[in-house]
Each structure stands twice: as C-alpha cells, then as structure tokens.
C-alpha cells in the first residue's frame, strides 16, 4: 500500500467510513492533505489516496458490467457516498422493473411501523422506520451487490445495496455490519444488526428505496402487510411517490401501482401541487398566480382567510 507524505491536514472531519474485512473492522476516516482528499487508516495510520481508495472500491467489478441492452449496472459506482448521483437528472415519470414476484422482509417477525415516508414535524421523512431491538438481524430485501458500508452522520452505520434494476436499499441506524463493499449478496442475506447509531431516537431501521439517487415511498414498491409482495413488474414512478409532502409519516398512504407511462402521465398531471411560502406571500396573492379563489386555496389546506402564512410553509395549490 502506497503511503502519503503528510504535510498538512485538515482539522475539519469531512466524514468517516467504516468498511468491514472477514471478523476484522478497517476504519477509514476522510480526512484533506493540502485541499485534496484522502483516507487514513485508523488501525495503522497509513493513508491512502483519492485515487487508491476508488480502486479499493472498484476491486471485484467486471470490466464489463453492461447486461445485453448495453446498460452498465456499476455507473456511479463509489462506495465512499451515500447518494453519488447527486449531479443527476432524472425527470419524471420513470420505470422500475422487477423480474420477481416476492421479497424478503428485512427484519424477523412481524414489522411494526414507527413512521412512514411523508411529511413530519421535523421535516421530510424519504424512508420507512421499522421497529427493532438493538441487535437484531437486518436482511437484504432483494439480491444484490453492497456499494456502501460506512458511517453517516444523519443515518448512522449505514449499507447501501445496488440490485439488477439499479434500484438501491439503504439500511440506516444500524449497530453493526456482517458485510463489506463489493460483496455480492443473496436476497434475505443478513447485512448487519440492528440498531440506534446517527440521528436516531431509540432502536429501528430506517430503510430507504432509491434509484438512481431518488427516493422512491417504499410502500409503493414493497407490500409490507406479510404478503412479502412487489406492487408489480413493472412501476412508474410519479413526482408523488417521490415527493415526501404528498404523503403524511403518520398514516399508510393510499398505493396505487402505475404499471404503463400512459397511465402515469395521466395520473401525474392530476396529482397535487404546492407552494412553500416566502417573504410578502399572501392568499390573495397565491390566488392570482395560480388562478384560485382564496375560498379554493384555504379548503384545500384546512386553513382560514384570517390564516397567517409562515415563512417556509407548505401550502397546495391543486
């Protein structure tokens, strides 16, 4: 392993990740040399560069990751982000396809829901908390190959699965891992072990459903009522399944399986609108931009004409 002249570090922490070898836990803590990114080994003090920790990542990927249509399933490969596609677009509607029926709960036992994907107090909740004690097994929903296993500070110990689809689960709050980057996993595969790490108000799993970086109402794709259902082999993903605001944490939303582009551009052309309220927003003004009536605008949000707007608040305007 290559080691790293140290003349300067930088005192701010940008994040540590934590990749599991066999029994072994290698720490690699991101540090800045002279405004450049690199990786120190905590048990040994060695440090590694950008460069040599992106061919750690890439070690075990094909040369030739693409499937018969030319589609290569390790773009934005790296292991050293929770979401590495945060420089891409993707409009909506957009497919997700399964080629299987059934899934894999991630817990044992009975899920009991703490919060669902929606709106909350404290803001947008994009994942699913499913209640556990510290220590239990959390499994794989689907087949797949780990991309990240690595600590954050808002999701704790944190692994990221990529399936065939391009679709990617994340399982967040955890106490420990059972796997590495780049290992390929069988779906029901334990990953880790629940837990209460990160930004975390008592023992769950928090667990999202992305693709390509987006997070998609995990109840739109996965049937969680012990059925071990996928909503469909085919799923078009409209702004509102991926829009936490549409839907309340506190209560299951109403799924609807959108299963051809048809169907969801009709369905996304209906769906809600909204507006967040800045500085010297007022409901006669709203009224005239979207071309509402106050009366229209204050039954849709159960508000009154003599409401006071809040800067930052949410407000439906369809």
């Known amino acids: 392993m ?9 005192a701010q922490e940008i994040d540590t990740l934590i990749m599991e070898s066999d029994s072994t836990d290698v720490f690699f803590e991101k540090i800045r ?27 075990d990927i094909p040369e030739d990751g693409s499937d018969h249509n030319g589609h290569n399933h390790y773009d934005y490969w790296q292991c050293d982000k929770i979401n590495p596609y945060k420089d891409v677009v993707l409009s909506t509607p957009f497919k997700i396809e399964f ?32 209640d556990l004690v510290t220590g239990d097994f959390v499994r794989s929903v689907l087949l797949g190959k780990v991309r990240f296993v690595g600590y954050s500070r808002g999701h704790g110990k944190t692994v990221v699965v990529r399936h065939a689809n391009d679709v990617e689960t994340v399982y967040a709050h955890l106490s420990a891992y059972s796997v590495k980057i780049n290992d390929v996993i069988k779906e029901g595969q334990i990953i880790g072990f ?24 995990p109840e739109y794709v996965f049937n969680f009522d012990g059925s071990n259902s996928i909503n469909g082999s085919e799923l078009w993903v409209t702004n509102g399944w991926k829009s936490p605001r549409m839907h309340s944490s506190y209560r299951k939303s109403k799924i609807k399986p959108l299963a051809n582009e048809t169907v969801a551009l009709d369905w996304q ?7 967040k309220i800045k500085r010297g927003d007022t409901l006669s003004q709203l009224a005239r931009s979207y071309s509402l009536r106050i009366s229209e605008i204050c039954s849709m949000n159960a508000i009154s004409r003599r409401s006071i707007l809040k800067i930052g608040q949410i407000i439906q305007i369809r």
């Open 2 to 10: 290559l080691l790293l002249l140290v003349s300067h570090i930088d």
């Open 33 to 59: 040399i002279d405004n450049s990114v690199a990786y120190r080994n905590e048990s040994t003090g060695e440090i590694i560069n950008q460069a040599e920790y992106t061919l750690l990542c890439e070690a």
């Open 99 to 130: 080629d299987q029926e059934t899934f894999t709960h991630p817990i044992d036992g009975k899920i009991v829901v703490t919060s669902r994907f929606g709106r909350r107090r404290k803001g947008p909740h994009r994942g699913f908390d499913i």
């Open 194 to 217: 629940g837990g209460n790490t990160g930004n975390s108000r008592g023992s769950h799993l928090h667990l999202e459903v992305r693709y390509k970086g987006v997070c998609i109402h």
């Open 269 to 275: 052309k209906n769906e809600p609108k909204y507006h």
